[in-house]
């Protein structure tokens, strides 16, 4: 049997098992154990499911506990972290997606689904957050909030419903929260923002989406090198590489033609849109958000290429819910959806005009 063994080099110590909790990895050194072709692809192809899984669930529009329960199910039977055996499998796996989605045009799927996965996983038990810095050494990288510190700002965390009496509470630039400023889940000091340790998840997967797309320009910059030293896996990488695409990686292609889907468009925008209306998707990545004159072109746009209304629905909802609740959205942005398709106001089925002025958030190229 055919063994395999990833780039050497000297490994931190890193325990499966944090004092009988699950490990749960932050990648950060990669593995060193020999592997068959055979696991190698199959702990890839497990990995697969279960980020196609988190993609479906969010392009759907699936939050709270159905979420939950859903991706509870696929990692259960795919990825889950009961053994030293499964972590082994967890972290090997997710470097041998890295050489699969490093390229330009497949990254931003990987990072997001990635990011995803370890939100979920911190989110799952209220232990997980600590047990993770604990297993990763993150502990020094963040600061906690002295005894005088939460004492002077004790009544902006209470108005702020911060849970944070008896537990960690963490200092840090305002710049590294900005998501959570946003939803008005921290105090503010001197620059300084206070993060309870239930709200901390958010910072943790923000550091972990910057870290990883670097180490996946690093990657892309030795894939060749590597394929050419492992020839073997160079097919199986790059069939990896093709599954993302679609809604659903097991549905016959020929049922999908002249249509697109919400999981398609991080790909299409890369490598098929004018690069005004890449410009527009990459802004609203960015922001979770676009104005009004952005949302008009580019939702004309996607409805150009063949997104549904409904998927059209599904795509708005899940980006700009990253910032407001559902149903704010659905009270302020779902007429103007739509309305683009022709289902409100005079029902008139506008199209998509590529000489249209875009303004500041789509700039013609």
């Given at each position: 049997m055919e063994a395999l063994t990833s780039t050497k080099g000297k490994r931190r110590e890193e325990p499966s098992m944090m004092g009988g909790d699950l490990f749960i990895s932050s990648y950060q050194i990669p593995p060193t154990e020999e592997i068959t072709i055979e696991q190698f692809q199959d702990w890839a192809m497990n990995r697969i499911r279960v980020l196609k899984e988190i993609d479906n669930?969010?392009?759907?529009?699936?939050?709270?506990?159905?979420?939950?329960?859903?991706?509870?199910?696929?990692?259960?039977?795919?990825?889950?972290l009961k053994s030293e055996e499964d972590v082994q499998r967890d972290i090997i796996s997710h470097f041998v997606l890295r050489l699969a989605f490093c390229k330009p045009a497949d990254k931003r799927w990987f990072v997001d689904?990635?990011?995803?996965?370890?939100?979920?996983?911190?989110?799952?038990?209220?232990?997980?957050?600590?047990?993770?810095?604990?297993?990763?050494?993150?502990?020094?990288?963040?600061?906690?909030?002295?005894?005088?510190?939460?004492?002077?700002?004790?009544?902006?965390?209470?108005?702020?419903?911060?849970?944070w009496k008896g537990k960690t509470v963490y200092k840090l630039p305002f710049e590294e929260a900005l998501t959570l400023l946003r939803g008005r889940r921290v105090v503010v000091s001197q620059g300084f923002c206070y993060v309870s340790e239930e709200d901390f998840t958010s910072i943790l997967v923000a550091s972990f989406r910057v870290r990883l797309d670097k180490e996946l320009?690093?990657?892309?910059?030795?894939?060749?090198?590597?394929?050419?030293?492992?020839?073997?896996?160079?097919?199986?990488?790059?069939?990896?590489?093709?599954?993302?695409?679609?809604?659903?990686?097991?549905?016959?292609p020929s049922k999908r033609l002249g249509k697109v889907t919400p999981a398609d468009i991080d790909m299409l925008s890369v490598r098929s849109f004018p690069?005004?209306?890449?410009?527009?998707?990459?802004?609203?990545?960015?922001?979770?958000?676009?104005?009004?004159g952005g949302r008009m072109q580019y939702g004309l746009f996607l409805k150009g290429i063949g997104l549904s209304l409904e998927d059209a629905l599904i795509f708005w909802r899940s980006e700009f819910t990253k910032l407001m609740g559902v149903d704010k959205f659905d009270k302020e942005y779902t007429y103007n959806i739509r309305h683009n398709y022709g289902k409100e106001g005079k029902r008139t089925e506008y199209t998509y005009n590529i000489r249209h002025n875009y303004g500041k958030e789509g700039k013609r190229t």
């Open positions: 669930a969010k392009v759907s529009g699936i939050v709270g506990k159905q979420y939950q329960d859903r991706i509870d199910s696929v990692v259960r039977q795919y990825l889950s689904q990635e990011s995803a996965l370890l939100q979920y996983r911190l989110e799952r038990f209220s232990s997980n957050v600590s047990s993770y810095m604990k297993g990763n050494n993150l502990k020094s990288d963040y600061k906690a909030a002295t005894p005088e510190e939460l004492q002077r700002n004790a009544k902006d965390l209470d108005c702020v419903g911060t849970n320009d690093k990657c892309l910059g030795n894939l060749k090198n590597y394929l050419s030293i492992n020839d073997s896996i160079a097919p199986i990488i790059n069939y990896i590489s093709k599954l993302y695409f679609g809604s659903d990686f097991q549905i016959d690069l005004c209306m890449n410009n527009l998707h990459e802004k609203l990545r960015e922001n979770h958000h676009l104005k009004h």
